[in-house]
């Protein structure tokens, strides 16, 4: 394969980076052919060592520099080049914001083959650091030793650290006491290759308004010994705690959480505030990580779906309610389709809290319930979707498109789903109108964004 292309494996060549793939690599090219190259940015000359080779692309080994990019920047994080968190560390603010655009740009473009759609600028913040409400730690050996902290990229290799600048303050608290208590008691540490040990991960929620704070001990089984001691070193030293749990995960699974938990102290939630809503948070239940920007998100999909207060709307893949609630305010009523269980009680109980009385939550899969209930007659006015990452199953949509709303609003965390999803609405009769991004989490190749549709 080597023989009819420009370049060859285990080479070096000089080239200059053009671009950034939707990973973060730089693309440069070498007599057109295509090398993505991990930690290089755009207008970088830089040396390179070919690594993999492909037909059509390669992949290249960042060696040197030779001339640094206008936008590069010295990474704050000493693990930024070996932890699977951050991907742009590398790369100056609001570089990371046009690159965020750009993202969504290309996919509408390339996947949708939607052009001129009026694309804002993305939405970025102001502060950068200590963003997020909720970390996942895994727990493994490592040469022997604990390791606590994040995976590297593309594996299952954990990188021991002491802190995460991304992540709430206290989790550098939590972590040091549970590894005091691992050591101090001899837990065993879960091994995935044997499906052997006890401790699997760590998982911390932390209500920034609030300030109350969640520790979930994930288990392999039911045994966790000395429980007593890990609840008075927690209780004694974190200020703000109010639940910690014990998950049950016995599957052989990269599936963090089990279905199972125990409240070993305190409730089994805890209770923070978007706006002027406050919101019950559970162990299972999916709470947007960056709660400063999850407002300004939810106000822009408020904003996009127009309400006068006589709409009836349906919010799919509601979670514990949050979308609801700000939808609910300005609606004649919303129906809330939910199939986590779990998260579909707490959104029942945030609306009772909130004292919202125009929301029905269903319990069950959005692209079985909103189907039966068009099929039943449901009149819909204002659609929003708020999916996973793979997008809308196709009979959520086909439902929509049959119940024929005025607008849907489409919130999303892939921007290739998104695309996806838009060119089957837009060839059923919907145009995308404004297109809004929005930074959810610095530092990552990740972007969330919004999307007015409209029934032409």
């Known amino acids: 394969m080597s023989r009819d292309l420009p370049v060859k494996k285990n080479e070096e060549y000089i080239l200059t980076i053009e671009n950034m793939g939707i990973n973060g690599e730089g693309i440069g090219r070498i007599e057109g052919y295509t090398l993505f190259i991990s930690g290089a940015i755009p207008e970088e000359k830089v040396r390179i ?11 290249g080994k960042l060696m040197e520099i030779i001339e640094p990019s206008p ?44 052009y001129d759609l009026k694309i804002h600028p993305t939405i970025g913040m102001d502060d950068l650091l ?4 909720k970390a996942q730690f895994p727990v493994g050996l490592v040469r022997d030793s604990l390791a606590i902290g994040f995976y590297a990229p593309r594996s299952h290799d954990i990188i021991d650290m002491d802190t995460c600048f991304i992540q709430h303050g206290i989790n550098d608290d939590i972590i040091h006491i549970i590894r005091q208590f691992i050591k101090e008691y001899d837990i065993s540490i879960y091994d995935e290759i044997k499906h052997r040990g006890i401790i699997r991960h760590i998982v911390t929620k932390v209500g920034f308004k609030s300030g109350q704070v969640m520790v979930i001990i994930v288990t392999n089984g039911s ?144 692209e079985v319930v909103i189907p039966k209930l068009v099929e039943d007659g449901l009149k819909i006015d204002v659609a929003v979707v708020d999916p996973p990452r793979k997008g809308c199953d196709a009979r959520l949509l086909d439902a929509l498109i049959k119940a024929n709303p005025e607008r849907i609003v489409y919130v999303s965390c892939n921007p290739a789903t998104l695309a996806r999803d838009l060119r089957y609405l837009w060839d059923r009769g919907y145009k995308a109108g404004e297109v809004q991004p929005v930074d959810m989490f610095p530092f990552t190749t990740h972007v969330e964004t919004v999307v007015l549709m409209s029934r032409v």
């Open 49 to 59: 060592k070919v690594i993999k080779i492909n037909k059509n692309y390669g992949y």
């Open 71 to 114: 936008y590069r920047v010295e990474p704050f994080c000493p693990y930024s080049t070996r932890c699977g968190g951050c991907q742009l560390q590398h790369l100056n603010y609001k570089a990371q914001l046009d690159y965020k655009t750009r993202l969504v740009k290309d996919a509408m473009e390339r996947i949708a083959k939607i």
């Open 130 to 133: 200590g963003y997020r409400n």
């Open 223 to 366: 045994s966790l010994p000395h429980k007593d001691k890990l609840i008075d070193m927690l209780r004694n030293s974190i200020p703000g705690i109010c639940s910690i749990v014990q998950n049950i995960n016995r599957e052989k699974t990269n599936v963090i959480l089990g279905n199972k938990n125990i409240t070993l102290w305190g409730k089994d939630y805890i209770v923070d505030t978007i706006g002027e809503f406050k919101f019950k948070i559970s162990p299972l239940s999916f709470f947007q990580v960056n709660p400063v920007q999850t407002e300004i998100l939810y106000k822009k999909a408020l904003e996009f779906a127009n309400l006068t207060g006589n709409e009836i709307v349906v919010d799919a893949y509601s979670g514990i309610g949050t979308i609801s609630l700000f939808l609910a305010k300005n609606a004649k009523k919303v129906y809330s389709v939910e199939v986590v269980k779990e998260a579909g009680e707490d959104a029942k109980e945030n609306a009772r809290i909130n004292d919202i009385n125009n929301v029905e939550f269903i319990q069950g899969e959005s």
